[in-house]
């Protein structure tokens, strides 16, 4: 039996097969069997190696608690980010310019609203005075001088041995010769943002581990909860070892102006279950093979999230 032409013009084309989504769900990642692309975060960081094999339904769970995994293998699976600052400023009691312990050399943020939110610019003390006035270079913005009014109030952020301090002051003078260099009054009220020696700061990014000292591959994914120059908070789908053990571990650093791969060894230094709606076991990390470089992506990267000194810590040359 023929059908007429307007049946045939009627009758709907053949549906196109639906391109792959770069969004995985949890039905498009396989359990036991190895994965067929490279499995990324939002952020582009690798989580799963194309090959891969999911063991248990735990890190399966795991996977799409703590990230949203994307196929590595498609041009649009990376998707910006935005990093916030997660560390609150604890209010300091009276402190004094001694209290400090600020040394010459020391950095120093400029902000030209105090209690705003523009950008910091840097600088650094180059002396005291006996009335507690503070000498410091010429505050820089983009390379270029920037302009100060005598008697104009600015915010100060000071990076001390020790720790974090925020106060304000009062241009005093801008001087050119012998060199240029500003004068400030003597700080007002001061307040000690954090302490130095373990700054952390909470992070939400992908860790990828491995158990024992020695190896060239990685068992399975964590999540770093927050971290420091020295070590990490690390969430992982099961115990990964006791106290003492040690671990290799592999995760990205990004921020404004740095991309850094960390690939180095860490000494659990304690382990609990989580007590949050997830599950999972905490494990306490403290580096021990880093590299200077690598130091030092952890100091800017942990400064970067922080309220106060993320918007120009990394620009100071």
Not at 6 to 12: E, I, T, V, W, Y
Request: net charge negative; with cysteine.
């Amino acid at each position: 039996m023929h059908e007429s032409a307007d049946q045939s013009a009627n009758r709907p084309a053949s549906a196109e097969p639906a391109p792959p989504s770069a969004v995985l769900s949890p039905e498009a990642v396989p359990i036991g069997t190895p994965i067929e692309w490279p499995i990324i975060g939002a952020d582009g960081a690798l989580l799963f190696a194309s090959g891969t094999v999911l063991a248990t339904v735990d890190e399966h769970t795991f996977l799409f608690e703590h990230f949203q995994p994307r196929r590595g293998d498609l041009p649009e699976a990376i998707a910006p980010i935005t990093i916030e600052p997660h560390v609150h400023a604890e209010a300091g009691n009276r402190l004094t310019l001694a209290d400090m312990h600020l040394d010459i050399g020391a950095l120093v943020g400029v902000r030209l609203q105090p209690g705003s939110g523009a950008p910091m610019h840097p600088c650094r003390i180059i002396g005291f005075a006996p009335n507690h006035a503070l000498f410091i270079t010429p505050p820089l913005h983009q390379g270029r001088m920037l302009a100060l009014g005598l008697g104009e109030n600015i915010d100060i952020v000071a990076i001390a041995s020790q720790a974090v301090f925020r106060f304000v002051c009062t241009v005093d003078a801008v001087c050119r010769s012998p060199f240029d260099y500003v004068v400030l009054s003597r700080p007002g009220p001061i307040r000690r943002l954090r302490e130095r020696k373990s700054i952390r700061v909470r992070t939400h990014f992908a860790v990828r581990f491995g158990i024992g000292e020695t190896g060239e591959t990685y068992e399975g994914l964590g999540v770093a909860k927050s971290i420091s120059a020295l070590g990490m908070s690390l969430m992982a789908p099961w115990s990964l070892g006791a106290v003492g053990d040690r671990l290799r571990v592999t995760f990205q650093l990004k921020s404004a102006e740095m991309d850094k791969e960390i690939e180095t060894t860490a000494v659990i230094r304690n382990v609990q279950k989580s007590t949050g709606t997830q599950a999972g076991t905490i494990h306490g990390l403290q580096f021990d093979q880093l590299q200077p470089e690598q130091q030092m992506a952890m100091k800017v990267f942990v400064f970067d999230r922080q309220d106060d000194v993320q918007q120009w810590s990394h620009d100071f040359r």
